[in-house]
């Protein structure tokens, strides 16, 4: 006779079912998850105040700058490679331009590729400045614009900063915020002097043909005063057919 009782069967494995989390590993999950949200939070809000900190500290002194008024010079109407005048501020600013053995630089022929000395002193090392080929503007204490050579070659990626290479054109400047990316910044020695190199660039560009208006080496107030015109020294240049 067969047996009808329960019999021994292999254990199945899958029969098992696994335990369930309990009711405070749960709370105690959901409780880690709200503290890290919380701390990405607060982390993303500091850097956002830190980032509109940073950017408030740099705009603020270009939005609130005023013009203390013009350089005083009258540019001259014939090629000199010196000139001083002084400004509205009570200093006396002078621009220099040189060959690269110290003489005196002829500004009356240049030619593209020509290599000069710029120096200046008496500037302001609070206003940060433009070195450049610019026009000569038509109307008395107009700023000069436009003009050759453009923004200083590796300004954008910070990489123009201390490099003696000359260029077309040239940025000075002692602001802590753009100092990295400007040519260099001011001497000390005497305060508010500096010497750069500038590479003569085409006479046409950017809108300007200095074989058909007159041009100058200019120096003037950088984007973070590009209204004030007390930095404004011009020396004319022709440039040879």
């Known amino acids: 006779m067969l047996s009808t009782g329960p019999t021994d069967a292999p ?8 335990p369930r989390t309990s009711y405070d590993e749960r709370v105690s999950e959901n409780r880690g998850r709200t503290r890290l949200r919380r701390a990405v939070l607060v982390a993303l809000l500091v ?4 980032v509109l900190t940073v950017a408030a500290v740099v705009a603020l002194p270009i939005l609130m700058h005023q013009s203390v008024g013009g350089s005083g ?3 001259p109407t014939d090629f000199v490679a010196e000139a001083s005048a002084e400004g509205a501020d009570g200093r006396t600013r002078t ?10 630089a002829n500004l009356s022929s240049l030619r593209e590729g020509d290599e000069f000395i710029v120096r200046g002193s008496g500037y302001d090392p609070g206003i940060g400045i433009y070195i450049s080929i610019c026009a ?3 109307q ?4 000069p614009t436009p003009c050759l050579g453009g923004v200083p070659e590796g300004a954008m990626q910070g990489e123009a900063a201390g490099s003696d290479e000359a260029a077309s054109s040239a940025w000075v400047t002692d602001d802590w915020a753009w100092r ?9 020695d005497p305060p508010g002097s500096f010497e750069v190199r500038l590479l003569v ?5 950017e809108g300007l043909d200095c074989t058909r208006q007159k041009c100058a080496v200019t120096t003037r107030a950088d984007h973070t005063a590009s209204g004030d015109r007390v930095q404004d020294m011009q020396l004319p240049v022709a440039f040879a057919e």
């Open 73 to 75: 010079q009258v540019p």
């Open 180 to 188: 990295a990316f400007a040519t260099r910044g001011y001497d000390q």
């Open 47 to 50: 850097l956002a105040i830190l």
């Open 140 to 143: 008395a204490g107009a700023k």
């Open 201 to 205: 660039p085409p006479p046409t560009q």
């Open 95 to 104: 621009l220099s331009v040189e060959t690269a053995s110290g003489t005196p």
């Open 11 to 18: 254990h199945n494995p899958h029969d098992s079912v696994a």
């Open 136 to 138: 000569v503007p038509e």
